[in-house]
């Protein structure tokens, strides 16, 4: 027996080592597993004993999972997704997560197509996306969604959150087949209907214009240089004034309108971790590639400014910086002045300490450019900052999605910090649940810290798998 | 030896234009360029003419890419003048971005832009720089491409071209700018063998149609065939300067006969 495995393995190993990944898939699952588990004496003994402790843990996991009550969770649900907002004001929430949704899908829907069609005209074969390939990138978020739902004890909110998820495909087929006109304005129309979904919750009108204005002025410019008016007579008032003058009427109408959204001080659940995190790095993102570029100037009041910010940020813990924020900061502010909500200061911190860590990363992605790229560019007699923007930061920033997508994971992650400062978080819910009444001292608290482990992780899971599809597909097309 | 002391049309000073119309487009005149206490280039005098084809070769390490280089200040130099179209080099930026403009340079390793079409490559500089309109620079860009003869390679990106393929779209990236003169710093040391050719005869083309040209280069077919005036250099100085004809069958100082001895 021994034998006939040993002259086996001698005289297979060679060959179906390097063979074993390529031909996997037409191998009949009883040869796969004597080809990947058990083509040696070693390795079947490891197959064999890993196999025993995984089996024995999730006979284990399961069985405590089964025979738990997760009454706790179907009845402090609410807490867990929303916190403590109000039921009067709940059909902003709904509202603004159709209108993010939306967003998601068009702006998803188009430029898969976009990329499609340019892959198409490569004569690179294109990547598939049918409903099915969607599901299985996404099934984390899905299941977890639907797991919520599931936990709920009326109907609307089931009803609401299958509706929403059927609502982002839809959208997205429809956005995958408008015309090309409406698909390559999708990002500028979708950046505004999530200025949009967050006005309707959050903040007010005013500062919605100014928002609004931002998208509108960007959008505008992109008008105007696909038309190349630049170098029409009067083009630089075509090309600059008006989309600043566009951009300020619309801005002023939406000031006007007077639609405030709900303030959030009542703002709680996996709500506040997914927004703080999204807004943290969205605002952070910008602010931390000027630090990356500050640091790597030739002005010395410049450099020092941007090495001395991001070396401190970097050196103290979030939490110190958030209870700064919470405790210290507002015995600098005047007396009269109104102190600013938990939220809104953490959201700063956040933000801030996002910019600290993205600079560094950018800082690696600058490094990463080819010195040859910037002397050609410099020898076709491109300015420093059309260098910049066109050719290093585009390059820079592509090396590194998936370091930034982790800083993004991490972030979400430190969301749950943000109890320390009174606001109530996902994880922070969970106390909050096993402090009710009816449940205190039943030893509830492994349930509700599981259905919170399993929340964050759908979430962080999903966004990883996304960043190392990204980074495949962009490296397609470069290298 | 009593051969070469006999013709005395092989000249030294490397300020006589040799070739194309007889009018001076870059003068550089007694500069010297260092890189910490190394002496890069000494002393270097040379006048190229409009439409003229000058050739550097030289033993690696002669400071032939430096001096191309500080002809559009991607090195700085640090005595002397250069004057370039007119314009005299100098720490201005707009002095530095104006000749930059007018001088293209095709580079050893392509340096095309990784992220951007064939066709984004060529139009980037063009709309950027000069403003022409996109219609325009796109047409001119295919016009090019036509040149160059690859015209069906508009929309990949450069990482799925042959080496021979990706220099010649540098050469039309060059010339989208519509430059006066074009520099080359070794624009076939990084390709196979059998991509050299299709370089050199994009090059001679353009050689044809009267651009103004520095080349740097170990292609001595080149430099025979195409060039006006053949300089070398070796140890940051200029050695010996003549028609390709005199240089390759007569030179005259004994560091020429070395170099050309090595590598003929």
């Excluded at chain 1, 403590?84 to 209108?99: H, K």
């Excluded at chain 1, 010395?300 to 941007?306: F, K």
Aim: proline content about 4%.
């Amino acid at each position: 027996m021994t034998n006939e495995i040993s002259l086996l393995s001698t005289g297979e190993d060679p060959m179906s080592v390097p063979e074993a990944p390529r031909s996997s898939q037409k191998l009949s699952p009883g040869a796969w597993l004597k080809v990947n588990l058990f083509n040696s004496v070693t390795n079947s003994i490891i197959t064999v004993v890993v196999g025993l402790i995984a089996a024995y843990v999730t006979w284990q996991a399961v069985a405590w999972v089964i025979s738990k009550d997760f009454t706790i969770i179907r009845d402090t649900l609410r807490i867990f997704m929303i916190g403590q907002f109000p039921d009067d004001e709940l059909w902003r929430l709904w509202v603004s997560g159709a209108i993010l949704v939306i967003a998601i899908g068009l702006a998803a829907g188009a430029l898969a197509r976009n990329s499609y069609e340019l892959a198409e005209s490569q004569g690179l074969e294109p990547e598939s996306s049918s409903v099915l390939d969607l599901v299985r990138r996404f099934w984390a978020i899905i299941a977890i969604l639907l797991l919520f739902a599931s936990f709920a004890r009326t109907a609307q909110p089931k009803i609401g959150i299958v509706a929403v998820i059927i609502l982002v495909f839809v959208v997205r087929q429809l956005a995958w087949s408008a015309p090309v006109a409406i698909r390559s304005r999708a990002v500028y129309i979708s950046a505004l209907l999530v200025v949009g979904s967050t006005l309707v919750v959050a903040g007010t009108s005013r500062l919605g214009g100014a928002c609004v204005g931002i998208v509108v002025f960007a959008w505008a410019l992109n008008e105007s240089g696909r038309r190349d008016v630049a170098a029409m007579r009067g083009g630089r008032f075509v090309s600059w004034l008006l989309p600043l003058v566009v951009a300020a009427i619309v801005a002023a109408i939406v000031a006007a309108i007077g639609f405030d959204g709900y303030g959030w001080d009542d703002w709680g659940g996996i709500h506040v971790n997914l927004f703080t995190a999204v807004v943290g790095i969205t605002l952070g993102m910008p602010f931390g590639i000027l630090l990356a570029l500050g640091r790597q100037s030739k002005l010395p009041v410049v450099r020092t400014a941007s090495v001395l910010y991001i070396e401190f940020v970097r050196g103290v813990p979030l939490i110190s910086l958030l209870l700064f924020s919470k405790l210290l900061l507002p015995l600098f502010l005047p007396i009269d002045m109104e102190r600013p909500a938990a939220l809104t200061l953490a959201i700063v911190v956040i933000m801030g300490f996002s910019a600290a860590y993205v600079a560094e990363i950018v800082r690696g992605g600058l490094q990463a450019v080819p010195k040859g790229q910037t002397e050609a560019a410099q020898a076709l007699g491109l300015s420093p900052g059309a260098m910049q923007r066109m050719i290093v930061l585009p390059q820079a920033l592509r090396a590194v999605i998936p370091a930034m997508v982790g800083q993004f994971i991490a972030l979400f992650k430190d969301t749950t910090l943000l109890t320390t400062v009174a606001v109530l978080e996902f994880l922070d819910a969970a106390t909050i649940a096993n402090n009710q009444p009816q449940f205190l001292g039943k030893g509830l608290a492994p349930v509700t810290y599981l259905f919170v482990a399993v929340g964050f992780w759908a979430f962080s899971f999903t966004m990883s798998k996304e960043s190392r599809r990204l980074e495949q597909r962009l490296g397609v097309g470069t290298r | 030896m009593t051969d070469a002391s006999n013709t005395t049309t092989v000249n030294t000073d490397a300020t006589k234009i040799m070739g194309g119309t007889g009018e001076p487009i870059i003068e550089v005149r007694g500069m010297d360029k260092f890189f910490g206490d190394f002496q890069a280039l000494t002393n270097i005098d040379m006048v190229v003419g409009k439409q003229e084809v000058v050739v550097v070769i030289g033993p690696s390490g002669s400071g032939k890419s430096t001096l191309i280089r500080c002809i559009n200040r991607l090195e700085r130099h640090d005595r002397g003048t250069i004057i370039v179209d007119g314009i005299e080099l100098s720490d201005d930026v707009r002095n530095i971005q104006e000749i930059r403009r007018e001088t293209g340079m095709v580079f050893q390793s392509f340096n095309l832009f990784p992220h951007l079409t064939v066709l984004e490559n060529i139009t980037l500089a063009p709309r950027n720089v000069r403003g022409v309109p996109k219609a325009q620079a796109e047409a001119h860009a295919m016009e090019l491409l036509e040149r160059v003869k690859i015209p069906q390679q508009a929309n990949k990106y450069p990482g799925q071209m042959s080496g021979g393929q990706q220099q010649r779209v540098a050469i039309a990236r060059t010339l989208a700018m519509r430059p006066k003169v074009v520099l080359f710093d070794e624009p076939t040391s990084a390709l196979d063998p059998e991509m050299v050719k299709e370089v050199l005869d994009t090059m001679k083309d353009l050689a044809l149609e009267g651009m103004t040209m520095i080349c740097v280069t170990h292609e001595m077919g080149f430099a025979r065939e195409v060039g006006d005036r053949v300089v070398f250099m070796a140890d940051g100085m200029i050695v010996e300067v003549g028609s390709p004809e005199h240089f390759f069958t007569t030179p005259q100082e004994e560091r020429t006969k070395l170099f050309l001895s090595q590598i003929l």
